[in-house]
């Protein structure tokens, strides 16, 4: 609950501008996040994670985020829909 609290007092006073955005370095430092904006070249509806994470515009790399995911923490469920979305072959009958 405290946490959570802690999370909407940040986001109030980021959009506010009392408080500065993180940097892409503090970014980085977040579960799932040590790539961000690693991927200038890849279009933004092409990335599963948030802030330019786990990029799928290739089968490669989808299966590679599929495979990583699980750094992301809570997002990790997120991230495999996003995949299993764009790349529904890849999903495993059950």
Known sequence: ?????????KTFLIKNNIMAKKTMTEVREEPGMSNAGKYPNVKK???????????????????????????????A???KACVYRKYPELKKNK
């Open 77 to 79: 469920n997120k991230i």
């Open 1 to 9: 609950m405290i946490i959570e609290k802690t999370g909407l007092i």
């Open 45 to 75: 509806e092409d990335f599963c994670g948030p802030k330019g994470t786990y990029p799928v515009n290739t089968l490669k790399r989808a299966k590679s985020a599929l495979k990583l995911a699980h750094n992301a923490g809570r997002k």
